[in-house]
């Protein structure tokens, strides 16, 4: 008994003497957590977003190809609705656009009718597939320099009971999706130092520049190919440049703008996007069992009529007249069943053919155009008229207007 005793007064002291060595997590500052070496695979991914005087990028997003074949006959065979695809290509920009703002990693976040917009980095999307149910996007990222820092394809299957959880109300169920490229593209950001983002936006300046005086800033960057490198920097009192950043203020305060119109247009398809994805995700389903079914359906009829054949055979090698009459009797049984069957097959693949065809209607129920704008500088005025690419393209005449009357000092706009 005192031998138990003693035993067990040395387990209750060992235990006590243990728990003494366990701080909870996010106890105070006796936590040991984060503490020690990092494990070997945690090398290189330190995050810099808290590095002093770290230069927070502007990002331009393009909107999306829309991924359309190039031979038009081959939309129905890939499953492609032109006019949703078109109308997504602008959706899929702005929410790849409030995914990368919601991190807090980039400055300004603008989405644009094409690449040619002036930014520090450029977020390419592609549109491969978007049905309802499944999306995926091909995502192609570079800075001013030309240098590519990541391309990656990115897909999420939506849930089929998404649409029945009433959680999910108002929600986009491609949401996850732009989550995830924009996670991966922070990741790619964070390899970057200070001083390279710095240089990256010098190079936006310069490249902003030369669009309208490329004599002046060009000795200042190094072209090789697609690529652009810093070579020097003007002072910064430098009047070229000077008189360039003041109309590049102007062209970000344009493109501010837009940023109101593609909004405008993806809050407006809402409500019937919503209502497609969920039409969509329910006929994707249908159609993909309807065409399992008869798949089955016809393999089945392909058996029977099989079975009919062989008792045929069966039966023609009887010598016995009941032999012979049996098998000639399987033979029409088994071709009745099997012709039925293979009928029914084909009723269920017009079914399928009437689900495609559902979702065809569907795509060609979102309209794309944006309104024409005015836009004002002192006593200039210019209108802006057609689709969003057309609109900019007039812009940027604008301003080459702009500079030319601004090069004259004494010139007051």
């Known amino acids: ?21 366990v701080t909870p997590s996010g106890s105070g500052s006796g936590s040991s957590a984060g503490v020690g070496p990092q494990l070997s695979s945690l090398f290189g991914k330190q995050d810099r977003s808290a590095e002093p005087n770290r230069p927070k990028l502007d ?29 997504e290509a602008n959706r899929f920009a702005v929410k790849m656009k409030e995914a990368l703002e919601a991190t807090g990693a980039f400055g300004a976040v603008r989405v644009t009718p094409d690449k040619t917009a002036t930014g520090d980095l450029y977020v390419i999307g592609r549109i491969a597939k978007s049905n309802g149910e499944e999306i995926e996007i091909d995502i192609e990222v570079f800075d001013i320099s030309g240098k ?26 491609y949401d996850p999706v732009f989550a995830e490229a ?3 593209i922070v990741e790619e950001l964070n390899d970057h130092d200070a001083a390279e983002l710095g240089t990256i936006r010098q190079l936006a300046d310069l490249r902003f520049g030369a669009s ?22 003007p002072a910064d009192d430098d009047p070229m440049l000077r008189r360039t950043r003041a109309i ?45 079914k008869s798949a089955g359906q016809a393999f089945v009829g392909a058996l029977l009529i099989g079975a009919a054949v062989l008792s045929a055979v069966a039966g023609a090698r009887s010598n016995s007249s009941s032999g012979s009459t049996a098998g000639l009797a399987g033979a ?12 029914k097959s084909f009723q269920t693949s017009d079914e399928a053919k009437v689900h495609r065809d559902a979702l065809n209607e569907l795509g060609q129920s979102v309209d794309m155009e944006l309104a024409p704008q005015v ?21 940027r005449e604008f301003l080459k207007q702009v500079y030319a009357v601004e090069r004259t000092p004494e010139t007051v706009l």
């Not at 391309?151 to 959880?165: L, Q, R």
């Open 1 to 21: 008994m005192r031998t138990l005793k003693t035993i067990t007064a040395y387990l209750v002291s060992a235990c006590l003497a243990l728990s003494g060595c």
């Open 59 to 87: 990002v331009v997003i393009p909107v999306f190809d829309p991924g359309l074949p190039e031979d038009e006959t081959k939309y129905d065979e890939e499953g492609v609705w032109p006019e949703l695809r078109r109308a």
């Open 148 to 173: 590519k820092w990541m391309g990656e394809s990115f897909d999420h299957e939506v849930a089929p009971e998404f649409h029945k959880n009433i959680r999910n109300k108002g929600k986009d169920p």
């Open 182 to 184: 924009a996670k991966d």
């Open 212 to 233: 309208f005086s490329d004599q002046a800033f060009t000795r200042h960057m190094k072209m090789d190919g697609s690529q652009v490198k810093l070579v020097s920097m």
């Open 248 to 292: 590049r203020v102007r062209d970000q305060l344009f493109v501010d703008g837009l940023q109101a119109q593609y909004q405008s247009f993806s809050q407006g398809m809402n409500d019937s996007y919503a209502m497609w994805q969920e039409q969509s995700l329910t006929e994707v389903i249908a159609a993909r069992e309807a065409s399992q």
């Open 332 to 343: 029409t049984v088994a071709g009745i069943g099997g012709a039925m069957m293979l009928s």
């Open 375 to 395: 836009v004002k500088f002192e006593e200039k005025t210019v209108k802006l008229t057609g689709d969003a690419k057309e609109q900019f393209g007039q812009w």
